[in-house]
């Protein structure tokens, strides 16, 4: 008797993923990093030609901040991920069900699912 919906990853695997997705969070830090720089830049954006670098010029001071939120956010997300990959025993099977799924970005949260 087979006793809800789980998913089951060797260990191997789920490293693997991890990794992604933690590469996946360092990447968005650091364009989150990249529009707080622009953003925040003393040279006029106007100037430069660059639409991205334009439109920052329009943003009020508290979306600047929320850049900084977001990359902290990414960053913690990051090492969390990365610490769970370093405790995965490599041969193992891992049973995953819907709340591990949530926890390590497979499957979206109630929220993400409503916006659908």
Known sequence: ???????EMTGQQLVAYLRKRADHHRDAAAECDLRREQAG??????????????????????VVEEFDEHAARHRRRQAALLFLGQHVVANEIYRLDRSDMQFLEMWPHEREEQRS
């Open 41 to 62: 830049s003393s040279v006029s954006p106007l100037d430069s030609g660059d639409p991205d670098r334009q439109v920052t010029a329009t943003w009020p001071e508290w």
């Open 1 to 7: 008797m087979i006793e809800g919906f789980q998913i």
